[in-house]
């Protein structure tokens, strides 16, 4: 794998003591295994958290978890402690390294997507490692899962890992916690057993896990969330423990190394995986009569006359949610045509758009190639 990239998340709990201080002989450990694999070839952005939980060391004061406001304090505090540090530990290595925060408008926006990736790239080309961390002093919504088809909470970084994982078109994602792995049942019990590979994350897996650290938002759970949206995109991940000798060069060595989770989804394009897993903001609903819906999941694209209505405002380039007309989403798509056009052209053949509004800007309402359904997620490679 060498000459790969990989994203590599470290949990807050990783980075600091049980006070909430940044523990430098753990930071020391981490940064010496990334530069050890960059110098072997591997390109590495580094996803950190550790901002709140170091500005609140800092600050002097105790953790007010339900306080946003507080919370985005001790991260302007801490930000800047958590960088010098890996600046000076990076240094000794002759490593370069930038700074990038995100939040998830930044990923939603498609301008902005684009210009984060080319960033990222940039700074790779050119040897830096990217240190990337949610922008917790402006990003302040708690959000729903991106799995469950609607925007999507980072919890702690690690679906920011897997995001920038599949914006970048990453090799592995490697989510280094303070446990060894996905474990059979809650690790402190000693019936708990490590599971060293997942075939698949399935949803009796999703009801098994539990468990949650104390000073990051992050737990077992989304954890798991991250490596199906990752596995899903075609991407393996594995999740170990940061403080196990050697931890990130043993995975790529091919050790196994906590738990290894398989690539099951087909590798989509760049736009479809913006589509699926990079948008947060869903603009409005195409609701499709029945006869749309079975020849879009053929491969056909989104013609007027398969369009029963249309809900909430959009413009052109939206992204836009796919409805059956039970009102059960199938799908996402890049819109051609506003909502007001859709209106007034739905149900009608494409021949007679051009009476209706004088033009024709696309044949379809939204192209197959712009298109993504649900279950290509499920879709097996061949």
């Known amino acids: 794998m060498k000459g790969k990239l990989i994203v590599v998340k470290v949990g807050t709990v990783c980075l600091t003591n049980p006070d909430g201080r ?25 996803v950190t958290s550790g901002a709140i939980a170091s500005g609140m ?10 306080d946003i406001v507080f919370k985005q304090a001790c991260a302007a505090a801490g930000q800047s402690i958590l960088m010098a540090h890996y600046r000076e530990l990076f240094r000794r290595h002759n490593l370069k390294v930038a700074q990038v925060l995100l939040t998830k408008d930044d990923l939603s926006n498609r301008a902005s997507y684009i210009h984060t990736c080319n960033v990222l790239e940039r700074l790779l080309q050119i040897g ?11 990003a302040i919504d708690e959000l729903i899962p991106v799995t469950k088809g609607y925007r999507v909470n980072f919890s702690d970084n690690d679906i920011l890992s897997v995001l920038i994982a599949n914006a970048m078109q990453a090799d592995m994602v490697i989510i280094l916690s303070n446990i060894d792995g996905l474990y059979t049942m809650n690790p402190e019990d000693p019936k708990a057993e490590l599971i060293p590979v ?11 896990v539990e468990g949650k650290s104390r000073l990051g938002r992050g737990g077992i759970k989304t954890k798991l969330e991250a490596a199906e949206i990752a596995t ?4 393996p991940l594995v999740i170990a423990n940061s403080r196990r000798e050697n931890v990130v060069s043993d995975i790529l060595a091919g050790k196994l190394v906590g738990t290894y989770f398989k690539p099951t989804g087909r590798v989509m394009s760049a736009i479809k995986r913006w589509i699926a897993y990079g948008t947060t903001s869903i603009k409005g609903r195409i609701i499709l009569n029945e006869g749309a819906k079975k020849a879009i999941m053929r491969g056909a694209s989104l013609l007027a006359v398969g369009v029963s209505r249309v809900e909430g405002e959009f413009r052109v380039g939206d992204v836009v949610s796919l409805t059956d007309e039970s009102s059960k989403e199938f799908g996402r798509g890049i819109a051609n045509y506003t909502s007001e056009e859709i209106n ?34 499920r879709q097996l490679d061949p």
């Open 22 to 46: 940044l523990n430098l002989t753990e930071m020391k450990r981490l940064v010496d295994e990334i530069a050890k694999v960059v110098k072997q070839g591997y390109k590495v952005i580094l």
């Open 198 to 208: 997942v075939e698949r994350v399935t949803e009796e897996l999703k009801n098994m």
């Open 128 to 138: 830096v490692v990217p240190i990337v961390n949610e922008n917790d002093v402006t």
């Open 232 to 235: 899903q995109s075609g991407i």
């Open 57 to 66: 060391a800092e600050l002097g004061v105790k953790p007010n978890p339900n």
């Open 344 to 377: 007034l052209i739905k149900g009608m053949k494409t021949s007679q758009i051009r009476k209706v509004l004088g033009y024709v800007r696309q044949k379809e309402i939204v192209s197959r190639k712009r298109m993504y359904l649900l279950e290509e997620a």
